[in-house]
């Protein structure tokens, strides 16, 4: 076999895994893609919840914190 011939088949070898490689990371991205704008739907969603829930904590917070205060 002629080296240029090997060295050709050596290549396309090495194209072909790239290119494997590249299409499962794409297929990744993609799914990441779709993962984030879900993410970013469900908490537009929740804003308003998420404010509750932090006053929520910041009422336990405080009156965890005088409880201790009455027990001293």
């Keep these: ?5 090997a060295a050709f088949r050596e290549l396309d070898t ?3 895994n790239l290119s494997d490689q590249l ?3 794409r297929r990744r991205a ?3 893609e779709a ?6 739907q469900i908490l537009a969603g929740m804003t308003g ?5 932090r006053q929520q ?3 336990t917070q405080a009156s965890r914190d005088a409880a201790v205060v ?3």
């Design 70 to 72: 009455q027990a001293k």
């Design 1 to 5: 076999m002629r080296p240029e011939t």
């Design 35 to 40: 993962r984030t704008r879900e993410l970013e």
């Design 14 to 16: 090495l194209v072909r």
């Design 49 to 53: 919840k998420l404010d509750e829930v």
């Design 57 to 59: 904590m910041e009422d």
């Design 23 to 25: 299409a499962g990371f």
């Design 30 to 32: 993609l799914a990441a």
